[in-house]
Nanobody
Framework: QVQLVESGGGLVQAGGSLRLSCAASGRTFRTYAMGWFRQGPGNERDLVAG????????YLADSAKGRFTISRDNSKNTVNLQMNSLKPEDTAVYYCAAKFGNSVARDTWAYTYWGQGTQVTVSS
């Protein structure tokens, strides 16, 4: 069992930055690939960034490339998403999710555990 708690969301102006953090419980965190998904109003939940269980491989959606960075610290059971140059279209609820195994997947069904979500709102 893995419990995930996100933090760091909020309201920011376009061009600003936010850092989302996800704290995981349990001693098996290092066996899970982690993903940050987002879901805007009326939209599907999509993968924004992912990182392998070892941290050796990352994935960024095209919309995130050049602006977002994902990282993890297996000694602290945390995964972070640094978001720079934010745009109004980044407005969404952001979810942290855990998938057993090393590799990142883009499909929501591959992830077993989910956080409660944190709201990110970017004003123009």
């Amino acid at each position: 069992q893995v419990q995930l708690v996100e933090s760091g969301g909020g309201l920011v102006q376009a061009g600003g930055s936010l850092r989302l953090s996800c704290a995981a419980s349990g001693r098996t965190f290092r066996t899970y690939a982690m993903g940050w998904f987002r879901q805007g109003p009326g939209n599907e939940r999509d993968l924004v960034a992912g990182i392998s269980a070892t941290g050796g491989s990352t994935y960024l959606a095209d919309s995130a490339k050049g602006r977002f960075t994902i990282s993890r610290d297996n000694s602290k059971n945390t995964v972070n998403l640094q978001m720079n140059s934010l745009k109004p279209e980044d407005t969404a609820v952001y979810y942290c999710a855990a998938k057993f195994g090393n590799s990142v997947a883009r499909d929501t069904w591959a992830y077993t555990y989910w956080g409660q979500g944190t709201q990110v709102t970017v004003s123009s």
